[in-house]
């Protein structure tokens, strides 16, 4: 079992910055495929972006390309979403979400909730206009 933390939500004005880090308890975690999905107020969760287990290969929604970038540190168990120029619709839940191998050299395959394994609680985002 893994256990995902995400942190690093909060409220801020359109057009500002944050990071959101998502911590995984599982000593195999350069071998996982790491996703980050979001959901806001009366909307499906939605895919946000995915890398596979390198770093070498990441995958966005069209909404966010250009503006966010996922990254991971596997020395530290950890991925992350840079989220930058945000706007108002960014305003969700983020979640983020592993999958285990065997893996796809595409990451761009794993863009669907059901691909993943693992999900953690959630971080708010808030973005004012």
């Known amino acids: 079992q893994v256990q995902l933390v995400e942190s690093g939500g909060g409220l801020v004005q359109a057009g500002g910055s944050l990071r959101l880090s998502c911590a995984a308890s599982?000593?195999?975690?350069?071998?996982?495929?790491m996703g980050w999905f979001r959901q806001a107020p009366g909307k499906e969760r939605e895919f946000v972006a995915a890398?596979?287990?390198?770093?070498?290969?990441?995958y966005y929604a069209d909404s966010v390309k250009g503006r966010f970038t996922i990254s991971r540190d596997n020395a530290k168990n950890t991925v992350y979403l840079q989220m930058n120029t945000l706007k108002a619709e960014d305003t969700a839940v983020y979640y983020c979400?592993?999958?285990?191998?065997?893996?796809?050299?595409?990451?761009?395959?794993?863009?669907?909730?059901?691909?993943?394994?693992?999900w953690g609680q959630g971080t708010q985002v808030t973005v004012s206009s």
């Open positions: 979400a592993a999958r285990p191998p065997p893996l796809l050299p595409v990451v761009a395959e794993y863009s669907a909730q059901y691909d993943y394994d693992y």
């Open positions: 599982t000593r195999t975690f350069s071998s996982y495929a």
């Open positions: 890398i596979n287990w390198s770093g070498g290969s990441t």
